[in-house]
T-cell receptor
């Protein structure tokens, strides 16, 4: 089973950017897609987009297009998610989760708490 | 975009009772690319069921998934204390295009 370890909590100002990392171990990095799912306080799960590690090809739902960038670094087996133009509504827990083609998310990171406040 | 709705929003039951959770998709999900996750407070979600009816590794057999196309059901035959949590359905029928339902909270009555 692949283990995913995410970077720590962050406090950000509105209008700034945040970059969260997700380090994978125990699997073959390029066989996975890395997805990012966020959860606002007391709310449900929202898929923010994903990136196919082998091709470094990402896809983002329209809601996040232009504000999110997902990348991977095979040399360190780490995936990254950068969200810009932060606003208070972006506060919440951000999870990375991996899947293979046409498979569900079978491993998740522990979550990273992002707080956006002036 | 496939939209998932879940019902009920909250299910109040006692340990030992049977829980039946529903998930409906706005359009048919090919090949039953539908999954269920369990999430407890302060934890990441955990995969329970995939392919509409296959249990993930290590999931007890009191959890079972059924249904196809647009209607999916998760049944927990006898609720254990650790089963009180929030449950989400998910469609994963396209590469890099996923959606989750809004969740059903199973709470202790």
């Amino acid at each position: 089973q692949v283990q995913l370890v995410q970077s720590g909590s962050e406090v950000k100002k509105p209008g700034s950017s945040v970059k969260v990392s997700c380090k994978a171990s125990g699997g073959i990095f390029n066989t996975y897609s890395f997805n990012w799912v966020r959860q606002a306080p007391g709310q449900g799960l929202e898929w923010m987009g994903g990136i196919i590690a082998l091709f470094a090809r990402a896809n983002y739902p329209q809601k996040f297009q232009g504000r999110v960038t997902m990348t991977t670094d095979e040399s360190t087996t780490t995936a990254y998610m950068e969200l810009s133009s932060l606003r208070s509504e972006d506060s919440g827990v951000y999870f990375c989760a991996i899947n293979k083609w046409l498979q569900p998310f079978d491993s998740w990171g522990q979550g990273t708490l992002i707080s956006v406040s002036s | 975009e496939i939209v998932l709705t879940q019902s009920p929003g909250t299910l109040s039951l006692s340990p030992g009772e049977r829980a039946t959770l529903s998930c409906r998709a706005s359009q048919s999900v090919g090949s039953n690319f539908l999954a269920w996750y369990q999430q407890k407070p302060g934890q990441a979600p955990r995969l329970l069921v995939f392919g509409a009816s296959s249990r993930a590794t290590g999931i007890p057999d009191r959890f079972s998934g059924s249904g196809s196309g647009t209607d999916l059901t998760l049944t927990i035959t006898k609720l254990e204390p650790e089963d009180f949590a929030v449950y989400y359905c998910q469609q994963y029928g396209s590469s890099l295009d996923f959606t989750f339902g809004p969740g059903t909270k199973v709470e202790i009555k």
